[in-house]
């Protein structure tokens, strides 16, 4: 079993920054996938960006790409996403998630672990 907690979020206005973590438990975390998924009001959740094991391949959203940086540090069990030029539509409850068969998707049904998530928002 896998715990994940994030923390990071908060409120910001547009153009700015907010840099999110996602804490682990267990020993195979360095095994895992990580993900990014986030989930705005009326909408349904989509995934932003992920990386694999090794920390060695990433890979993002369209809408989110050039702006968000996804990294992992395998020795702290913690993944992280920084955020640059924040828009209003970025404003959503952000949630990391583990796949434990280290697959690379970006579908929520590949992931098997999930935080309770945490709020961005971006004003204009």
């Known amino acids: 079993q896998v715990q994940l907690v994030e923390s990071g979020g908060g409120a910001v206005q547009a153009g700015g920054s907010l840099s999110l973590s996602c804490a682990a438990s267990g020993r195979t975390f360095s095994t895992y996938a990580m993900g990014w998924f986030r989930q705005a009001p009326g909408k349904e959740r989509e995934f932003v960006a992920g990386?694999?094991?090794?920390?060695?391949?990433?890979y993002y959203a369209d809408s989110v790409k050039g702006r968000f940086t996804i990294s992992r540090d395998n020795a702290k069990n913690t993944v992280y996403l920084q955020m640059n030029s924040l828009r209003p539509e970025d404003t959503a409850v952000y949630y990391c998630?583990?796949?434990?068969?280290?697959?690379?998707?970006?579908?929520?049904?590949?992931?098997?672990?999930w935080g309770q998530g945490t709020q961005v928002t971006v004003s204009s």
């Open positions: 990386i694999l094991w090794s920390g060695g391949s990433t």
């Open positions: 998630a583990a796949d434990r068969y280290g697959r690379g998707r970006i579908r929520e049904y590949d992931y098997d672990y």
